[in-house]
């Protein structure tokens, strides 16, 4: 065996090597990245476009080195150009969504409920009415439903379906094709495969008649084909692009010595080693960080996003911080290096090949290479910075944009606290503030104000309606109040409820000494009328400087999980997601409410649950499995444990004199394309709980209906509930909702408060 003969066989053995790597490599990755919405039946597809690559990348090795007559590398280009276009055929799709050819749905052979039908005009004389229909085929493309007529009316079209995997509809992801009023034809948007039944409801509203057409399955055809198209020939021209790289390399052994000596390329192509593998990770990191953020946080503005980042992580929860780790940071990790080690040593199986004159690759090939990977970088950066998440941009050059321009807000809108006079009764009352993690009223059900087809929150539901609840809505259905900008998390929620403000980015810095020095909250008012205050949470305090605001504003003793470990509470080594559970927080609740009214002194105990935290949940011992989905456990466990601790502070004698806020933080991060949210539609509003018992104020009834406000109005209405006088009835950005005035949000509307709010505002960085 001649050394040539040696050298091919050494090639051969790297290049099967490094193919088994790649795909050992990124199949690893994307095993890691399946818990993502979107990524979970990725592997089969990317396992082809490899195997594709690699075969084709072999064939053209062997083309160049083992044909040596003109007809047979005619016909090797051939057969690679031929395989090039049959992968790019078969990998594009194009087989598959020629098979999906329109059809019509038989409505004879339909089932149908809620609706009374003469002909093709069709009255809703039911609540939730539906039309049902076997399918014949197995996987469906689109659906669109039309009607004879235009609606006379916006109405909400949905259309949910079965399959063999997920048997009932609330398993699978259910899709709105929302119409216009003077509209007749409804889209939606819709790809799933083994599909049993699909179900459409047009119209919600009894009494609502519609003249129906016909509804279409596998709509689109030709646009879905054009687009398959596209992606074929975008696929074939990566395809050859491929095999024509490694021949101009191969090919350039000269150009490669020449080049190889020039200083400048030297100097430009010196990086390569460190630029081009942290090029590749940023931006792999950037597309799966936020892919992560997108299956797992839902509607976050950016500003949110980075004052997460910039706090530390201490307390957080492990599972949080595993699922980041788990899927957004180590998949692009490891295709980095498994990118550079194949790279290393494809450049020793090129060189055992002689298509390279030495074991590395030339000077003008790394300065191409560093050069595409940047403008990659830039491209990726800027297209994940504008993507949306959730139907809601992440909005990162927007926010750049934002803290650069300048308002006037504060100056104009904002009521200092410690400039208003305030009235207390001679009798001060004792205020139990119970943040309820994630806890929205869609959580309901339909009838009762909700989105959800069952109401996983009874209890609440009951309590809001016996006592007050603000709610957006009307005929006592359960609403809230909404999240404005930088107060849609824990710590911004809470200080939007206690001050009325917003969290903006740049307090991150002053969140872990003396938080916000010159702000009045509500802390500081009750602080100075010598109110005992106690901060009481299962989890580490010092997250997010939660710890921090309270003791600045104002020396709150602090009960959180690992005061609870030294009290004796939990074991020392005892933790279950983010410290302890709600129902261990309740037991110390109790203790602490009895040692808080033995004093003369009024008090204010605030307190924040953790179960219902995003993704799932914390399922402890106390929830039952009464739904399908843990998440909806979990609420309805929390929905129990809430009441019961209602009720036993009910029978305590300090009661009479105690008022009760309980309240969402925000609406939950929980991704909305989950099957839990599978009503929720464009026309619904997301709305935080609240409800308040036992306030000692008088107010006319319809102050509590049909009211556009946000999470900022708690401050004063907690005050006011108090029994409090308030001059002007506002505090902060809030207003006192008992007085009836116009709130911000009624008076200048949430749009513009919300990009107010994102600029840069002198008065308000006086608070720091």
């Keep these: 065996m001649n050394k040539q003969q040696k050298n091919y066989i050494k090639a051969v053995v790297g290049f099967v090597l490094a193919a088994i790597i790649l795909c050992a490599g990124i199949m690893t990755a994307l095993y890691l990245m399946r818990e993502e919405k979107g990524m979970e039946n ?42 090039s ?97 003077g509209k007749k034809i409804a889209f939606g948007e819709v790809d799933a495969t083994g599909i049993t039944r699909i179900k459409v409801r047009f119209g919600s509203k009894i009494g609502q008649q519609f003249v129906l057409d016909h509804i279409e399955l596998n709509a689109n055809y030709r646009e879905r084909v054009q687009k398959k198209q596209i992606t074929m020939i975008i696929y074939f021209m990566m395809f050859l692009l491929m095999p024509a790289c490694y021949l101009l390399l191969s090919h350039a052994v000269e150009l490669q010595k020449r080049t190889d000596q020039n200083k400048i390329l030297k100097v430009l192509s010196f990086p390569f ?31 949110i996003i980075v004052l997460q980042l910039t706090s530390p992580i201490k307390g957080t929860d492990s599972g949080v911080i595993n699922s980041i780790i788990k899927t957004g940071i180590i998949p692009p990790l490891l295709v980095t290096l498994t990118i550079s080690i194949v790279y290393l040593i494809m450049v020793r199986v090129l060189y055992n090949l002689e298509d390279l004159p030495v074991k590395k690759v030339p000077a003008w090939t790394k300065i191409c290479l560093e050069i595409i990977l940047l403008i990659v970088l830039v491209g990726t950066i800027q297209i994940q910075g504008t993507i949306q998440i959730q139907g809601t941009k992440v909005g990162m050059w927007e926010y750049i944009k934002s803290v650069q321009e300048k308002t006037d807000f504060y100056e104009k809108y904002y009521v200092n606290p410690a400039k208003t006079k305030l009235d207390f009764p001679s009798q001060k009352r004792n205020l139990i503030y119970i943040f309820m993690e994630s806890m929205e009223s869609s959580y309901a059900d339909q009838e009762d104000g909700g989105i959800m087809d069952d109401n996983y929150i009874p209890n609440l539901t009951k309590l809001a309606k ?130 808080l009214s033995s004093s003369d002194k009024p008090f204010n105990l605030t307190m924040l649950t953790v179960d219902t935290h995003f993704p799932r949940g914390y399922k402890c011992r106390l929830c039952k499995d009464k739904y399908n989905r ?96 308030i001059d002007g009835n506002r505090l ?25 709010l994102k600029k840069n505002d002198k008065e308000y960085n006086g608070f720091y």
């Design 630 to 725: 843990q998440y909806a456990n979990v609420i309805a466990c929390a929905d129990q444990q809430i009441y019961d601790f209602v009720e036993w502070i009910k029978k305590q004698d300090f009661y009479k004199n105690t008022t009760i806020v309980i309240a969402g933080d925000h609406t939950t991060m929980v991704d909305t394309s989950d099957p839990i949210w599978s009503n929720l539609n464009n026309n619904y509003k997301r709305t935080v709980y609240n409800t308040i018992i036992n306030a000692d104020c008088t107010y006319k009834e319809n102050v509590t209906e049909n009211r556009d406000f946000s999470t900022m109005d708690m401050f004063p209405t907690t005050l006011a509930a108090l029994g409090v006088q």
């Design 273 to 303: 080693g460190l630029l081009v593998p942290v090029a590749l990770f940023i931006t792999l990191l950037a597309c799966s960080m936020v892919t992560w953020l997108k299956s797992t946080c839902g509607d976050v503005s950016f500003s």
């Design 466 to 595: 016996e006592n007050i609840n603000f709610s957006d809505k009307a005929d006592g259905k359960l609403g809230g109040p909404t999240c404005l900008e930088a107060t849609a998390y824990t710590v911004g929620g809470m200080v939007a409820q206690t001050a009325a403000i917003n969290l903006k980015l740049h307090n991150s810095g002053s969140m872990f000494g003396n938080f916000l020095p010159n702000l009045t909250t509500m802390g500081d008012i009750l602080n100075k009328e010598g109110y005992q205050q106690v901060f009481l949470c299962g989890s580490e305090g010092d997250f997010a400087g939660r710890d921090t605001y309270f003791t600045s504003h104002k020396d709150f003793h602090i009960e959180d999980y690992n005061a609870a470990k030294k009290e004796g509470f939990i074991a020392p080594d005892y933790k279950v997601f983010w410290g302890h559970e709600d129902e261990i927080l309740y037991k110390r609740a109790k203790k602490q409410l009895e040692q």
């Design 42 to 83: 990725l592997m089969a597809p990317v396992l082809k476009r490899l195997i594709a690559g690699i075969l084709l990348f072999g064939l053209t090795v062997c083309w160049r080195h083992f044909l040596k007559k003109s007809v047979s590398k005619v016909a090797g280009i051939i057969v690679i150009v031929l395989l």
């Design 732 to 756: 902060g950005l809030g207003t006192n909702l008992f007085s009836g005035q116009k709130t911000l949000p009624e008076k200048l509307g949430r749009g513009y408060i919300n990009q107010e």
């Design 85 to 181: 276009l049959f992968f790019a055929w078969h990998i594009s799709g194009i087989p598959q969504e020629k098979a999906l050819k329109p059809q019509n749905v038989n409505l004879e052979k339909a089932e149908f409920r809620g609706y009374e039908i003469n002909g093709n005009h069709f009255l809703i004389k039911e609540a939730r009415p539906f039309i049902k229909y076997k399918m014949q085929s197995s996987k469906i493309a689109n659906v669109k439903v039309y009607f004879a007529e235009p609606v006379a009316q916006d109405t909400d079209v949905k259309i949910s379906y079965q399959t063999k995997e997920k048997p009932t509809y609330e398993q699978n992801p259910r899709v709105w094709a929302n119409i216009k009023k």
